[in-house]
């Protein structure tokens, strides 16, 4: 040894050596690995052999990061290479000793963190000029954010947008901020929430995300990780007053982060976790440790990789990528970062690290060393070839929860007070306003309270608006002592010619001149109830991805979690504007993806708002001449003082559906029904009245904190407004008052009012006719009304198909990865999933559709008449109702075939009603065997060919596992369809998605994608399928004819929605192309020639997420939006 290396050992204590092991020898890094170094050199000298010269890497960092579980990997496999010794420095060396008497090495791995001094390594270097893998210089940039973002701009790397408050008194131009209810001005860049705010220094992890009014206030508080924790949800609004902060826009990232870990410029392993703002619960697996999935970087996201690597000149670094809007930006460089748990990365980190290490420095120690030829850039993630049919898409249509009962109460004004508001927010532009801002809605009752005041001050004063509307109106805006934005909203109107008749509620006389009229809306509000309701449904909704049945972190639906985690789940939550909406899909995306807390952060960064001029909203207010038409011929029927004539059936169910033939037989006399439903209101409230003068109810709560004098007030309103003036019954009040007993009877039978039966029974046997029949009585008024209703929701579902089968982006098998990758389980499948939530509306009317637009001919085909049968006997489309479309590829057919792209269609009509069960009608299953396959001998490629034992071609030596605790067996993997077979099973036999105990026969048990325990929703009917046999052609054909069918002035309505999806549209992962508007039919757009169900991808091929060729649509309809 040299004399320069004997000067730096001599003194240095007591430094540990792990000595490079024999090729094939497999030891863990421990004490007795290491060989205790003490005296002089002086006595190996002579016996040194310079012929095997060693080069020597140093690990200079704490104790905890150079004995971590990873470093310890990453060395064992390092010191197989021949001429490669690893030295570690001891802490306390490094602590304590001064750097001329650290090791001395040829190479240096160092890295800061907590307590290490960084002082101390640099001067180091200086001194002995060691190979480095990790700039020291550039560490001390990395530890302010500021610097960090700073270096990522002019390197050209895209980051969110972001404005620095540095609070020094020494520069007070810099610490400009503003801050308002929903958004902060620094240093005059805006930024509306939500926004994150970080610390500048990154050893700081307390990163707070601040939540708009709109979604429920509060921030997600975010921190590093304690246990199982790595963020808390607080009510806090405010930004911190101490300190300097970066602020940044939020990048809505469907709920994951991917983190990215570079060894050199030419190597990147990614990873997937869940978002830590999004329920702050860390995932974690029977060792304890955070589970993540591998993910697949796209050619640009590794370009970014590649220049992070070389901008901070760091080796092995971790950084932090949000995919959003069809981009990718950086939002943190954590420097020296190892992935934890992974066999395959701690191979390939040795491997670079090793031959790094060696091509610079074997020629200078003249080692005998050749660089390898093989590729060193390995796939980040396995795809595996499709086997039979594999899910590509699901679309799901689903009502909201249960809600609280919804009132409106209408009042016109003049005040002048009243036109300065509409005047201030523009409701002059469209002569209607909306206020749902909390900040508006202080507003509204402000004036009221004034108004008020002014009534009790003078009573002779010229304020023409009816004391007990303005008090019914504050009242209700001061319900709950705060504005939260989602459970009440005002609208006004403007009326040039003032009221033209007294509604039922007024009873003002006619005053000449322009008036508002404003209408109040509250209530409505998601219950507790339907929280769970959608919550349990998206948990057992899970089941109907790839290895559903498995079990998760102690959740079942493996699969479509581990799909998620790896960006292989292409996922869109879409939700209309109503409170009650918004909070259902938050609530189901919490179940579907098992995760916790509070449902503000999820809603924010999970579902998209749709309120984009009729995609999932309806403007109530703007009926269609045909639905008023139909609402006339309804009222006029239904005030009819006799029994239903035949004639009266043939007018109010030309379609002859059971349903509604018996719930005529029940009303029979509809004005003598009407009779008994208004006394038995009367007998509620004076039973209520009764309660509150019973001092025992002073206190009672009832369910979600009503209280009896609300209870009360909601009764007595419907009692005033369902018989008119003039004796007749208002019917457009029926929905309402059945309602209200619905949730009373379901909540509040605690109470144990007489009579709420009856009422019950006989209200919905009026709405049973009253509600369908709104949405159209004949089938041609059916679909007209659907149409004005649902046409671009109807669009956005074949765009959604059609966008499917349009993914060009194909990742293909790499050889090497047959190892790493088994089954369904793999991360290589690309599932996309888009879930629409919505009002009752809009569910009534995408079904009319289905049933009367025409699809299939039900004297033909005999599963779609027995699915028509069983939608006619529906009597109502219950909370939670799904409409849900799932298509599948089956990668043994031809291209070009139709047979290649299988569509199903599935329909639940949502929550079991009160004592309902036994009467509901009964479908045929979930993915009942179709009945051409019973005729012919089976096809070795069908999807009902479960009798056969084949394993997946991916991994032929893999055997099929089978699920403990479970009666099935896998028998076949299909695509990404895990498809199962029960061992005594017929073919034939039925099974749900969602098993109720009432439907299943005795003899067959729940079976393919149903499964035990806690994916059953009791409360919810199960899926069954209206028909599983139906190609992608059929569909598109008959999804463009309903489009075609739509009137030129519904096609209007639909011109401002591409401009305004495509503001509001957030994909996480693949960059959306823009729109074109064109004149040619819908066709694929490349080729021109290939049939629209052809298919891009080989059969050797997986898609994933990525961009796809411009969707193309209608000439007729002359509008489009980028399919999501």
Same mark, same amino acid.
């Not at 009510?235 to 602020?247: A, C, L």
């Given at each position: 040894? !040299?004399?320069?290396?004997?000067?730096?050992?001599?003194?240095?204590?007591?430094?540990?050596?792990?000595?490079?092991?024999?090729?094939?020898?497999?030891?863990?890094?421990?004490?007795?690995?290491?060989?205790?170094? !003490?005296?002089?050199?002086?006595?190996?000298?002579?016996?040194?052999?310079?012929?095997?010269?060693?080069?020597?890497?140093?690990?200079?960092?704490?104790?905890?990061?150079?004995?971590?579980?990873?470093?310890?990997?990453?060395?064992?496999?390092?010191?197989?290479?021949?001429?490669?010794?690893?030295?570690?420095?001891?802490?306390?060396?490094?602590?304590?000793?001064?750097?001329?008497?650290?090791?001395?090495?040829?190479?240096?791995?160092?890295?800061?963190?907590?307590?290490?001094?960084?002082?101390?390594?640099?001067?180091?270097?200086?001194?002995?000029?060691?190979?480095?893998?990790?700039?020291?210089?550039?560490?001390?940039?990395?530890?302010?954010?500021?610097?960090?973002?700073?270096?990522?701009?002019?390197?050209?790397?895209?980051?969110?947008?972001?404005?620095?408050?540095?609070?020094?008194?020494?520069?007070?131009?810099?610490?400009?901020?503003?801050?308002?209810?929903?958004?902060?001005?620094?240093?005059?860049?805006?930024?509306?929430?939500?926004?994150?705010?970080?610390?500048?220094?990154?050893?700081?992890?307390?990163?707070?995300?601040?939540?708009?009014?709109?979604?429920? &206030?509060?921030?997600?508080?975010?921190?590093?990780?304690?246990?199982?924790?790595?963020?808390?949800?607080?009510?806090?609004?405010?930004?911190?007053?101490?300190? #300097?902060?970066?602020?940044?826009?939020?990048?809505?990232?469907?709920?994951?982060?991917?983190?990215?870990?570079?060894?050199?410029?030419?190597?990147?392993?990614?990873?997937?976790?869940?978002?830590?703002?999004?329920?702050?619960?860390?995932?974690?697996?029977?060792?304890?440790?955070?589970?993540?999935?591998?993910?697949?970087?796209?050619?640009? /996201?590794?370009?970014?990789?590649?220049?992070?690597?070389?901008?901070?000149?760091?080796?092995?670094?971790?950084?932090?990528? *949000?995919?959003?809007?069809?981009?990718?930006?950086?939002?943190?460089?954590?420097?020296?970062?190892?992935?934890?748990?992974?066999?395959?990365?701690?191979?390939?980190?040795?491997?670079?690290?090793?031959?790094?290490?060696?091509?610079?420095?074997?020629?200078?120690?003249?080692?005998?060393?050749?660089?390898?030829?093989?590729?060193?850039?390995?796939?980040?993630?396995?795809?595996?070839?499709?086997?039979?049919?594999?899910?590509?898409?699901?679309?799901?249509?689903?009502?909201?929860?249960?809600?609280?009962?919804?009132?409106?109460?209408?009042?016109?004004?003049?005040?002048?007070?009243?036109?300065?508001?509409?005047?201030?927010?523009?409701?002059? @532009?469209?002569?209607?306003?909306?206020?749902?801002?909390?900040?508006?809605?202080?507003?509204?009752?402000?004036?009221? $309270?004034?108004?008020?005041?002014?009534?009790?001050?003078?009573?002779?004063?010229?304020?023409?608006?009816?004391?007990?509307?303005?008090?019914?109106?504050?009242?209700?805006?001061?319900?709950?002592?705060?504005?939260?934005?989602?459970?009440?909203?005002?609208?006004?109107?403007?009326?040039?010619?003032?009221?033209? @008749?007294?509604?039922?509620? /007024?009873?003002?006389?006619?005053?000449?001149?322009?008036?508002?009229?404003?209408?109040?809306?509250?209530?409505?509000?998601?219950?507790?109830?339907?929280?769970?309701?959608?919550?349990?449904?998206?948990?057992?909704?899970?089941?109907?991805?790839?290895?559903?049945?498995?079990?998760?972190?102690?959740?079942?639906?493996?699969? *479509?979690?581990?799909?998620?985690?790896?960006?292989?789940?292409?996922? @869109?939550?879409?939700?209309?504007?109503?409170?009650?909406?918004?909070?259902?899909?938050?609530?189901?995306?919490?179940?579907?993806?098992?995760?916790?807390?509070?449902?503000?952060?999820?809603?924010?960064?999970?579902?998209?708002?749709?309120?984009?001029?009729?995609?999932?909203?309806?403007?109530?207010?703007?009926?269609?001449?045909?639905?008023?038409?139909?609402?006339?011929?309804?009222?006029?029927?239904?005030?009819?003082?006799?029994?239903?004539?035949?004639?009266?059936?043939?007018?109010?169910?030309?379609? &002859?559906?059971?349903?509604?033939?018996?719930?005529?037989?029940?009303?029979?006399?509809?004005?003598?029904?009407?009779?008994?439903?208004?006394?038995?209101?009367?007998?509620?409230?004076?039973?209520?009245?009764?309660?509150? %003068?019973?001092? @025992?109810?002073?206190?009672?709560?009832?369910?979600?904190?009503?209280?009896?004098?609300?209870?009360?007030?909601?009764?007595?309103?419907?009692?005033?407004?369902?018989?008119?003036?003039?004796?007749?019954?208002?019917?457009?009040?029926?929905?309402?008052?059945?309602?209200?007993?619905?949730?009373?009877?379901?909540?509040?039978?605690?109470?144990?009012?007489?009579?709420?039966?009856?009422?019950?029974?006989?209200?919905?046997?009026?709405?049973?006719?009253?509600?369908?029949?709104?949405?159209?009585?004949?089938?041609?008024?059916?679909?007209?009304?659907?149409?004005?209703?649902?046409?671009?929701?109807?669009?956005?579902?074949?765009?959604?198909?059609?966008?499917?089968?349009?993914?060009?982006?194909?990742?293909?098998?790499?050889?090497?990865?047959?190892?790493?990758?088994?089954?369904?389980?793999?991360? &290589?499948?690309?599932?996309?999933?888009?879930?629409?939530?919505?009002?009752?509306?809009?569910?009534?009317?995408?079904?009319?559709?289905?049933?009367?637009?025409?699809?299939?001919?039900?004297?033909?085909?005999?599963?779609?008449?027995?699915?028509?049968?069983?939608?006619?006997?529906?009597?109502?489309?219950?909370?939670?109702?799904?409409?849900?479309?799932?298509?599948?590829?089956?990668?043994?057919?031809?291209?070009?075939?139709?047979?290649?792209?299988?569509?199903?269609?599935?329909?639940?009509?949502?929550?079991?009603?009160?004592?309902?069960?036994?009467?509901?009608?009964?479908?045929? &299953?979930?993915?009942?065997?179709? #009945? %051409?396959?019973?005729?012919?001998?089976?096809?070795?490629?069908?999807?009902?060919?479960?009798?056969?034992?084949?394993?997946?071609?991916?991994?032929?030596?893999?055997?099929?596992?089978?699920? $403990?605790?479970?009666?099935?067996?896998?028998?076949?993997?299909?695509?990404?369809?895990?498809?199962?077979?029960?061992?005594?099973?017929?073919?034939?036999?039925?099974?749900?998605?969602?098993?109720? !105990?009432?439907?299943?026969?005795?003899?067959?048990?729940?079976?393919?994608?149903?499964?035990?325990?806690?994916?059953?929703?009791?409360?919810?009917?199960?899926?069954?399928?209206?028909?599983?046999?139906?190609?992608?052609?059929?569909?598109?054909?008959?999804?463009?004819?309903?489009?075609?069918?739509?009137?030129?002035?519904?096609?209007?309505?639909?011109? #401002?929605?591409?401009?305004?999806?495509?503001?509001? +549209?957030?994909?996480?992962?693949?960059?959306?192309?823009?729109?074109?508007?064109?004149?040619?039919?819908?066709?694929?757009?490349?080729?021109?020639?290939?049939?629209?169900?052809?298919?891009?991808?080989?059969?050797?091929? +997986?898609?994933?997420?990525?961009?796809?060729?411009?969707?193309?649509?209608?000439? #007729?309809?002359?509008?489009?939006?980028?399919?999501?």
């Amino acid at each position: 040894m !040299s004399e320069s290396r004997r000067q730096g050992m001599s003194n240095c204590g007591l430094p540990m050596f792990l000595v490079g092991c024999e090729d094939g020898d497999s030891r863990e890094l421990e004490d007795r690995d290491m060989r205790n170094i !003490s005296g002089p050199y002086g006595d190996e000298e002579d016996d040194e052999d310079q012929s095997e010269r060693q080069i020597v890497v140093g690990i200079c960092s704490m104790t905890k990061k150079s004995k971590s579980k990873p470093m310890t990997e990453i060395m064992e496999r390092l010191c197989k290479f021949e001429y490669i010794t690893v030295v570690i420095f001891p802490e306390e060396v490094i602590l304590n000793e001064s750097v001329e008497k650290w090791p001395l090495v040829d190479c240096l791995i160092s890295f800061h963190s907590k307590g290490f001094p960084l002082d101390k390594a640099v001067s180091y270097t200086k001194l002995r000029n060691p190979l480095l893998i990790n700039d020291l210089n550039m560490q001390y940039f990395i530890q302010d954010r500021r610097e960090v973002y700073r270096i990522l701009q002019e390197e050209g790397i895209d980051l969110p947008r972001y404005a620095v408050l540095n609070r020094n008194p020494d520069r007070p131009e810099e610490c400009n901020l503003v801050e308002s209810e929903d958004h902060v001005e620094v240093n005059g860049e805006v930024f509306h929430k939500p926004f994150v705010e970080k610390p500048v220094s990154a050893e700081d992890h307390n990163v707070y995300i601040y939540y708009p009014t709109s979604a429920g &206030g509060g921030s997600q508080r975010l921190f590093r990780k304690i246990g199982s924790r790595s963020s808390v949800y607080s009510p806090e609004s405010t930004v911190r007053k101490t300190g #300097s902060y970066i602020y940044e826009e939020f990048m809505p990232t469907d709920g994951t982060d991917v983190k990215v870990y570079t060894v050199g410029p030419d190597y990147a392993h990614a990873e997937a976790r869940k978002s830590p703002a999004l329920d702050g619960k860390v995932e974690r697996d029977s060792e304890g440790k955070e589970i993540r999935y591998p993910v697949m970087l796209t050619a640009m /996201e590794k370009l970014v990789a590649r220049k992070v690597c070389l901008a901070f000149k760091q080796t092995v670094c971790g950084f932090d990528l *949000l995919r959003a809007n069809g981009h990718s930006f950086v939002c943190d460089v954590n420097g020296f970062s190892f992935v934890k748990n992974s066999m395959k990365y701690y191979d390939d980190c040795a491997k670079v690290l090793g031959n790094m290490v060696m091509r610079e420095l074997a020629p200078q120690f003249h080692i005998p060393w050749s660089i390898p030829m093989e590729a060193e850039d390995i796939p980040i993630v396995p795809t595996t070839s499709g086997t039979m049919m594999e899910l590509r898409c699901v679309i799901a249509v689903i009502r909201h929860g249960d809600r609280t009962p919804k009132q409106k109460m209408k009042m016109e004004v003049r005040n002048a007070l009243f036109f300065d508001l509409f005047e201030k927010y523009g409701g002059y @532009k469209t002569g209607k306003l909306k206020l749902k801002k909390p900040k508006q809605l202080q507003e509204v009752l402000d004036i009221a $309270r004034q108004l008020l005041a002014e009534l009790v001050q003078h009573n002779d004063c010229e304020i023409e608006e009816k004391k007990s509307k303005l008090e019914q109106l504050k009242t209700v805006l001061e319900m709950y002592g705060h504005f939260s934005g989602i459970n009440r909203k005002v609208q006004l109107t403007y009326l040039p010619n003032g009221q033209p @008749k007294a509604s039922s509620e /007024e009873e003002d006389s006619l005053k000449e001149g322009p008036s508002l009229l404003l209408v109040l809306k509250w209530g409505g509000e998601l219950t507790p109830a339907g929280r769970v309701q959608a919550e349990e449904l998206g948990r057992a909704f899970r089941c109907m991805y790839p290895g559903g049945q498995g079990d998760y972190a102690g959740f079942p639906g493996c699969g *479509l979690l581990r799909l998620h985690s790896t960006y292989r789940h292409d996922l @869109k939550i879409y939700a209309s504007d109503e409170g009650r909406v918004q909070m259902t899909a938050a609530a189901f995306a919490k179940g579907l993806l098992a995760l916790e807390g509070e449902l503000t952060p999820i809603l924010v960064q999970m579902v998209k708002s749709a309120n984009m001029n009729g995609l999932l909203d309806s403007d109530s207010d703007s009926l269609t001449d045909c639905q008023q038409r139909v609402k006339a011929r309804l009222h006029e029927i239904m005030q009819k003082n006799r029994d239903f004539s035949e004639e009266d059936n043939q007018k109010l169910a030309p379609t &002859g559906s059971p349903s509604l033939v018996n719930s005529m037989g029940v009303i029979n006399n509809p004005v003598r029904t009407c009779d008994q439903v208004h006394t038995l209101i009367q007998s509620l409230t004076c039973q209520i009245c009764k309660r509150l %003068e019973d001092p @025992k109810s002073a206190d009672l709560q009832l369910y979600h904190s009503e209280t009896l004098e609300l209870m009360l007030q909601r009764w007595s309103k419907l009692e005033r407004d369902f018989r008119m003036k003039n004796g007749r019954y208002d019917i457009s009040k029926i929905p309402d008052i059945y309602d209200c007993v619905k949730y009373d009877t379901q909540h509040n039978s605690c109470l144990g009012l007489e009579d709420t039966l009856e009422l019950f029974h006989l209200s919905r046997a009026l709405a049973d006719i009253i509600i369908p029949q709104e949405y159209g009585i004949t089938k041609a008024e059916k679909l007209d009304i659907a149409s004005a209703y649902c046409l671009p929701l109807v669009k956005k579902i074949q765009l959604d198909l059609q966008r499917t089968h349009e993914d060009e982006a194909v990742n293909k098998l790499h050889p090497l990865w047959f190892r790493y990758s088994r089954g369904v389980m793999s991360p &290589g499948r690309h599932v996309r999933t888009r879930l629409y939530f919505t009002s009752e509306s809009h569910v009534h009317s995408l079904l009319s559709i289905f049933r009367y637009g025409g699809l299939l001919d039900e004297r033909i085909d005999e599963q779609w008449k027995q699915a028509m049968d069983y939608l006619s006997a529906v009597t109502e489309l219950n909370y939670m109702t799904q409409i849900v479309i799932m298509l599948y590829e089956d990668n043994n057919k031809d291209p070009s075939s139709e047979e290649r792209f299988h569509v199903e269609l599935h329909f639940s009509p949502g929550v079991k009603g009160c004592k309902d069960e036994d009467n509901a009608p009964l479908g045929f &299953g979930f993915r009942p065997a179709s #009945s %051409e396959n019973h005729e012919k001998q089976t096809d070795p490629g069908s999807l009902e060919d479960l009798s056969q034992d084949e394993p997946d071609r991916a991994a032929p030596s893999e055997p099929i596992s089978i699920q $403990r605790k479970s009666p099935l067996i896998r028998n076949r993997k299909a695509g990404s369809v895990e498809v199962l077979s029960e061992s005594n099973a017929s073919r034939g036999s039925a099974y749900r998605l969602f098993p109720s !105990s009432s439907h299943q026969s005795p003899e067959i048990k729940p079976s393919g994608l149903g499964f035990e325990g806690c994916s059953m929703v009791p409360s919810i009917y199960p899926l069954e399928t209206l028909h599983n046999s139906l190609s992608l052609k059929q569909v598109d054909e008959f999804l463009t004819s309903v489009c075609k069918n739509g009137s030129e002035t519904q096609f209007k309505r639909l011109k #401002s929605l591409s401009a305004m999806f495509d503001s509001h +549209a957030q994909p996480s992962i693949d960059v959306e192309s823009q729109e074109t508007l064109v004149t040619t039919p819908v066709q694929l757009s490349q080729p021109p020639i290939r049939p629209l169900w052809y298919s891009s991808d080989p059969p050797s091929t +997986a898609s994933s997420a990525g961009p796809s060729s411009p969707s193309v649509v209608e000439p #007729s309809s002359n509008f489009g939006f980028n399919c999501e």
